[in-house]
């Protein structure tokens, strides 16, 4: 696969996201196996952005394994100082399975309550409002109504 080929404003960019980043990828003495380029695929599909710390110290074979890693797994080669590489590649959108049958969750709702007097500071309430209740003008929580059901004799009319 073709490597990410980005602008030098974008590199830039992504340069300074990686500043504060640990690696999370490390190359041992073996060099670049299968395991290796498993592990930094599964680190790009996390997270997007990675370093990979080699310990090797031929910076030759270091600039090989970078281009060999952004080659193959697809990635943005973003920077390579000194034994750290830093990778790139676009996270893949997640896949949200949605359930028909959920029901609204929580929400919090904050209740002002004005003073008669003037001049006072209107108390101020934060309610947590359960997907089976309502909030009523006066502040308080009261369980929704069912739906009416409707009788045999207008459910067959229509």
């Known amino acids: ?15 300074a996201e990686a500043h504060h980043l640990s690696p999370v990828v490390m190359i041992g003495n073996d060099g670049l196996t299968a395991a ?5 695929d599964a680190a790009l599909n996390a997270h997007g ?3 990979v710390r080699v310990l090797g110290d031929d ?4 600039e090989a394994m970078y281009q060999a890693l952004a080659d193959e797994l697809n990635a943005a080669p973003i920077q390579h100082i000194g034994k750290l590489l830093v990778l790139w590649r676009p996270k893949p959108a997640k ?6 049958d959920r029901m609204p969750g929580p929400r919090d709702v904050k209740v ?9 500071r209107p108390e101020i309430k934060t309610l947590r409002v359960l997907g089976n209740q309502r ?4 502040g308080q929580i009261k369980r929704a109504k069912p739906p009416k059901q409707k009788s045999a004799k207008k459910a067959a009319q229509g």
């Open 1 to 15: 696969m073709p490597q990410i080929q980005l602008t030098i404003a974008q590199r830039k960019e992504h340069r």
């Open 112 to 120: 002002i309550k004005y003073s008669k007097r003037a001049g006072q």
């Open 49 to 51: 952005l990675i370093k």
């Open 95 to 100: 896949v949200k399975a949605e359930d028909e």
């Open 59 to 62: 910076r030759v074979q270091r």
């Open 135 to 138: 909030l009523t003008s006066g």
């Open 36 to 40: 290796v380029k498993k592990e930094t």
